[in-house]
């Protein structure tokens, strides 16, 4: 099945460090999520995006939503060992709750 | 709990055999998604249901795999005649509402090993 393209495909980044990672598509999505999944564990929604060109933050996580409707990126400041596991992005194609297509993940390394 | 729950959490089957796979949605959840997620890879979309209405079972892979929610609550994934291929871990999500900028609470999968 379709799955969007996310870079980088891993990080290894010293605490404190900031990190940017991006996500493109050939398609048009209306709606960007980023999510956080830990070993073992279902992924868990960081950041919702729902118009183009938005900027949305949550604590030290920004996302933004890009104008051509194809492509989003998440920053995170400052990182901390718990900001350690593989993050995905998420696209909609339709607007109401229907399925979502994901990327193919960056894992987030932090090295002591 | 709250959340999301799947079981069985593990499950290894031999090639062949059929296995049933069961999530309970947040209570009042209407909308219920299933993914398949390969190892090293993102989910894929499998299912979704609107209460006990399947909408859009389009990712089923074949149709050796199945899935109803009789009731509009709990959903059960059933794979016949497994093979390697469908080793993986499957999700199950659910939203309150079938809005958009609803979105749905990921339980923690059940892991598929066929051996």
């Known amino acids: 099945g379709q799955q969007l393209n996310q870079s980088p495909q891993s990080m290894f980044i010293q605490e404190g460090e900031d990190v940017s990672m991006n996500c493109t598509s050939s398609?048009?999505?209306?709606?960007w999520l980023w999510y956080k999944q830990d070993p073992g564990e279902g992924p868990v929604l960081l950041i919702a995006?729902?118009?183009?060109?938005e900027l949305t933050s949550n604590g030290r996580l920004t996302a933004q939503f890009g104008i051509t409707r194809k492509d989003s990126f998440l920053n995170i400041s400052a990182s901390i060992p718990s900001d350690v596991g593989i993050y995905f992005c998420a696209g909609r194609a339709n607007f109401g709750n229907e399925k979502l297509t994901f990327g193919t993940g960056t894992r987030l390394t932090i090295i002591p | 709990g709250a959340g999301v729950s799947q079981s069985p959490r593990y499950k290894v089957a031999k090639r062949g055999q059929d296995v049933a796979l069961r999530c309970d949605p947040i209570?009042?959840?209407?909308?219920l998604f299933w993914y398949q997620q390969a190892l090293g890879q993102g989910p894929e979309f499998l299912t979704y249901f609107q209460n006990e209405a399947q909408l859009d079972k389009s990712g089923l892979p074949s149709d050796r795999f199945f899935a109803e929610r009789p009731e509009g609550s709990v959903s059960t994934l059933k794979i016949q005649r497994t093979q390697q291929e469908d080793s993986a871990v499957y999700l199950c999500?659910?939203?309150?509402?079938?809005?958009?900028?609803?979105?749905?609470?990921f339980g923690q999968g059940t892991r598929l090993t066929v051996v």
């Open positions: 209570s009042g959840h209407v909308s």
């Open positions: 999500a659910s939203s309150f509402s079938q809005h958009y900028n609803t979105e749905a609470f």
């Open positions: 995006l729902y118009k183009a060109g």
């Open positions: 398609s048009i999505f209306n709606t």
